[in-house]
Structure formats: C-alpha cells, structure tokens
C-alpha cells in the first residue's frame, strides 16, 4: 500500500525547514518538483530523507550549487559523489589551516603588551608580510 503523500506544512514540520526554503530547494533543482493535489504541493515520504541530506551537506559546508552537483552526480555514477566529497575535505583542511592561524594571531595580539597594535614591532612585521602577499600562516610566525 503506496504511503500518504504529505504537504509542504508536515514535510516542513518533519525536517524542522520553513516551506519557503523547501520551495526554494525545489526551485533550484536540489529536490524533484513536489506533485500537485488541487494546486498543493505533495511530496513522497522519502523527501524527508532528501531534506536531511542537503541540510547534513550544508552543515559540512556544501553550497547550494555543489549540493545540486552532488545530488545529481548520484545518478551518473556510484562513486562519483566521492571526488566531490574528497575536494570539499581539502577545502575544509585550507579553511581549518586558515583558522589556526588566525587564531594564533588573535591570541598573540591579546597577549600583546602595546595598547595600540600599529606600535608593535611583531605585528609592523605580520602586517609587512601581509602587504607582501604571504598568507597569514606564513606572515605570522610567532
């Protein structure tokens, strides 16, 4: 026996996502196109999965057009949603790195004994560094 289709609402309520970000999915191509009822939109009961799915890939930091890529690379080939994977995981390690160095440059500033940064001589050198092109990791190296 085929399940009951449900509305945007309970769909809505089910994935904890307003309709209109669910409308918007739909729009982009990230969900199929909801059957219509009436004029109302009604989704098979696996679009809850879907739902997940694309809110678990915005939380490992996909945007919404590599969720699209990814969504439909499922259909081309059984393994090509790992390339896709295995690029996003290096652009998390490069954002990870960012991160650290930030974080070391704002914990030495905090420790920073001037009370007006620009009269630091360590941080004339990081800010020298910087105009120079180098990236914080390298132009901070304290």
């Not at 085929?2 to 309970?10: A, C, K, R, V």
């Not at 004029?39 to 997940?52: H, N």
């Not at 998390?92 to 009370?115: D, S, T, Y």
């Not at 105009?131 to 304290?142: C, D, M, R, V, Y």
Request: glycine share 4%; proline share 4%.
């Amino acid at each position: 026996m085929p399940q009951p289709l449900l509305t945007i609402g309970e769909l809505s309520k089910r994935t904890g996502v307003a309709p209109s970000a669910l409308r918007y999915y739909e729009e982009l191509g990230l969900m199929p196109r909801a059957l219509r009822t009436s004029g109302k939109r009604r989704y098979e009961a696996s679009a809850v999965k879907l739902v997940g799915m694309i809110l678990l890939l915005r939380d490992v930091g996909f945007s919404l057009a590599e969720m699209k890529t990814l969504i439909a690379s499922r259909s081309q080939s059984a393994h090509a949603w790992r390339e896709l994977h295995r690029h996003k995981l290096a652009e998390l390690e490069e954002h990870i790195e960012r991160a650290r160095a930030a974080r070391v440059a704002l914990q030495h500033a905090l420790r920073c004994k001037h009370e007006d940064l620009l009269e630091c001589p360590n941080f004339a050198v990081i800010l020298a560094a910087r105009l120079a092109g180098k990236p914080l990791k390298e132009a901070h190296t304290h």
